[in-house]
Each structure stands twice: as structure tokens, then as C-alpha cells.
């Protein structure tokens, strides 16, 4: 068990709070401040128990150099506003240097600062000791609040775990409450759900449940290449040619194991993927060999309805189809519907784009776990442990 917020006294302490604060930017303008949104509660309940923040994230692949498109000066006004507390911005390219260490040593009484985009240090992504060591210099102890970047080993987490007493932070320990503690002890009946674009993205989750559920269903692009393993036509539906042996051996592990693998019994398919064009909706077993999957068919979306019936334990990873398009989105707005209708049962959502069409839907409120993390999601139910985490003292 790591070490969280109650296991420190933050009076008149300063901490170092990696948050992940990467969030979508359209022309230097906040698309989506989900993650800013989702950082408050740990400042916060540092701020209430008299400490001072000072908070670091990354924005976007700046590869090492000043980007000034990808500063973090829009996502302070934003945290200032959420926060309803001075955040004191400091705009530094080296992100660290002396005068940033200056300027932090003259704040005096409780504060909270954030610096500039930690990738704009070379050393950052690299787990540059250097950096590491000017990071830890500034505070007193380190929290890692950044679930979405804790399957990397970076400077400003790993690195400074190493320098600082550390914690994680409550983002962090509700993330590894759900996605590792749900699925170490799932109530049953537990049913997967996977979707998206690669099995290859996929496979260390199914290899990794496929003894612990019950059902796993699996739709979106990754469907075709099952389909194709068990001899279907797929027409011009995106298929992993060399994952089709995988399939084949993970359909039969599910035999042996009595787990149900359900895949869509209906697919609505188009010559051409976008907004506007025909589409009909046909037996999965047969794709014409001029169109393309993109979505699940009604039928298919009924058998879901009714395998999730009466589950305890779900979790959902992606898609059911090309859902940025209106016309392919019913399959999966349709199950962010399902599970947010669900009873008694705990419903987990991966990160990425399933997150998103939650968010979208207008049904976040009504889930149990929303992960902020896409990589670091998977690779938590893979049963990987994230080298973010796993630097964190124990308690």
C-alpha cells in the first residue's frame, strides 16, 4: 500500500505536485478542462491543511524546446478560476532555473505556483537526474496526482521520488482503487467490454482477464479481426492480418476458461468513412467486399443490453465505432446509456476516446470511474505496475 495525502502533516509545507494538467488546446483556448477539473481536490486538501503547491505538469510533445503554442500560462488562468485561489504562474523556458528557485524562496505564507511545461526541459522525458534534483529543491515533499503519466518514467515523477518523501495524490488513489483493486476482486458477474481500433492495443488486457470475467464483449474495428479468425467476410474493415492468430488462440483460451467472448451480431458498413454517406446495416457474418464496418447494428446493441443486465463489475475500453461521426456514434453513445442505467454495479471506464464519448454523452455523473489515463489505464489492467506509482514510499 503506498503512501496518500493522510499519511503527511502539510502545515506550512511546501509540495510538489506533479498534476496532469495536458489538456486539449484549440488555437490557445481550452477545449476541455476535464484533467484541470479533476487536479483540484488534491490542491485543495493541501491548501486546507496549510500547505503551499507547487504544481508541474507537461503540455503536448514539445520534444525538449520552448514551444510558446504550448505554454501552460491558458491552464493557469483556467486552474485560477476552478481553484477560486491566486495560482502565480511562472513563465521560465528552462522551467527551473535560478531565478525560478529565487522567486519561489520570497513567496512567503501559503501559495500555490505553477511552472511552466515540464517537456520543455530535455531531461524531462529522459528521467534526467539533473533535472530531477533542481525540481526537488524547490519543496518539501512530492505527491504524484498525475495518473495519465504514471506509466512513464519522467523526471517529475519518478525522478523526484527519489529526493522526496512522496505520496500519491486522491486522482491517483482512486484510479488504482478501481482499475487494480475492482479488478483483483470483482463482484460477478464481471463482463469486459473492449473496443477500438487494434486487438494489438488490447491484447495484454485480454490475456490478462480472460481468466477473471465472465463475458467479454468486443466491438469497434478490433471486432474484424475476430470476425476474420473465425472465417467472416470483412469486406474493407480495418483487419490486423498478423493479430489473427492471436484471435484465434484467445477465442479458444475463452472456451477452455468458459468465458463468453460476444462480438456484434449486426454491422452498419459504409463505401467511404465520413459524415453524410450511405450506410446500411448487415448480418456480421457477411460484409460486402466493397464496404466497411463502422459502427454495431441495433441487434448487436440488444444482446448488449441484455448481457449487461444483471453485471456487478464492468469495465469499458473503447469504441463501438467511428462515434466522432453522428451517424456511427449510436453503438457507442448506446452503451455509455447502458452503463450508466446499471444498478448496484461498479462501472469502470477506461481512458481515451470511451472517456470521452461518456463525457460527450452527458453521462460522466452517472459512472462509477471515469479514468483520466488512456496508456496508463491499459497497462493497469494488463496487471503492469506503473513505474509512477511504484517509486511512491509504502506506507
Avoid at 51 to 61: A, D, F, P, Q
Avoid at 131 to 157: M, Q
Avoid at 165 to 189: F, N, Q, T, W
Wanted: proline letters at 3%; aromatic letters at 6%; charged letters at 30%.
Amino acid at each position: 500500500m503506498k503512501k496518500n495525502l493522510k499519511s503527511f502533516d502539510f502545515e506550512n509545507k511546501r509540495v510538489l505536485i506533479r498534476a496532469d494538467l495536458n489538456v486539449p488546446m484549440d488555437e490557445g483556448v481550452i477545449s476541455n478542462d476535464v484533467r484541470i477539473r479533476k487536479s483540484v481536490p488534491t490542491i485543495k486538501y493541501i491548501l486546507d491543511r496549510g500547505g503551499s503547491c507547487i504544481i508541474i505538469s507537461h503540455l503536448g510533445r514539445p520534444k525538449g524546446k520552448y514551444v510558446p503554442e504550448m505554454s501552460l500560462k491558458p491552464v493557469a488562468e483556467r486552474l485560477q478560476e476552478l481553484l477560486g485561489y491566486d495560482v502565480n504562474f511562472i513563465a521560465d523556458e528552462k522551467v527551473v532555473s535560478e531565478e525560478v528557485k529565487k522567486s519561489i524562496g520570497e513567496l512567503r505564507g501559503q501559495f500555490v505556483v505553477l511552472l511552466e511545461n515540464t517537456r520543455f526541459n530535455p531531461e524531462e522525458e529522459a528521467n534526467g537526474e539533473e533535472f530531477s534534483k533542481e525540481l526537488c529543491e524547490l519543496a518539501d515533499i512530492y505527491v504524484n496526482d498525475a495518473f495519465g503519466t504514471s506509466h512513464r518514467a519522467h523526471a517529475s515523477n519518478v525522478g523526484v521520488s527519489h529526493c522526496l518523501p512522496s505520496a500519491i495524490g486522491l486522482l491517483v488513489e482512486k484510479e488504482v482503487d478501481y482499475l487494480h483493486e475492482s479488478v483483483k476482486r470483482p463482484k460477478s458477474p464481471f463482463v469486459v467490454i473492449l473496443g477500438g481500433s487494434k486487438v494489438s492495443d488490447k491484447i495484454g488486457v485480454l490475456e490478462n482477464l480472460i481468466d477473471k470475467a465472465d463475458k467479454i464483449i468486443i466491438f469497434g474495428a478490433m471486432a474484424y479481426t475476430f470476425f476474420k479468425a473465425k472465417g467472416y467476410e470483412t469486406g474493407k474493415s480495418l483487419v490486423e492480418e498478423d493479430k489473427i492468430d492471436i484471435a484465434k488462440k484467445i477465442l479458444k483460451k475463452a472456451e477452455e476458461n468458459s468465458v463468453d467472448i460476444i462480438l456484434p451480431e449486426d454491422t452498419v458498413v459504409v463505401s467511404e468513412i465520413k459524415s453524410g454517406a450511405d450506410y446500411q446495416t448487415v448480418d456480421s457474418k457477411n460484409i460486402p467486399a466493397d464496404k466497411m464496418g463502422v459502427d454495431i447494428g441495433d441487434k448487436s446493441i440488444g444482446r448488449i443490453e441484455q448481457e449487461l443486465k444483471n453485471a456487478r463489475t464492468v469495465i469499458w475500453n473503447g469504441p463501438a465505432g467511428v462515434f466522432e461521426i453522428e451517424e456511427f456514434s449510436k453503438g457507442t453513445f448506446s452503451v455509455a446509456k447502458m452503463l450508466s442505467e446499471l444498478k448496484g454495479a461498479v462501472t469502470i471506464v477506461g481512458g481515451g476516446d470511451s472517456a470521452s464519448a461518456v463525457e460527450k454523452s452527458g453521462y460522466e455523473d452517472k459512472i462509477s470511474h471515469i479514468s483520466t489515463g488512456g496508456g496508463a489505464s491499459l497497462e493497469m489492467l494488463e496487471g503492469k505496475e506503473l513505474p509512477g506509482i511504484a517509486c511512491i514510499e509504502e506506507a
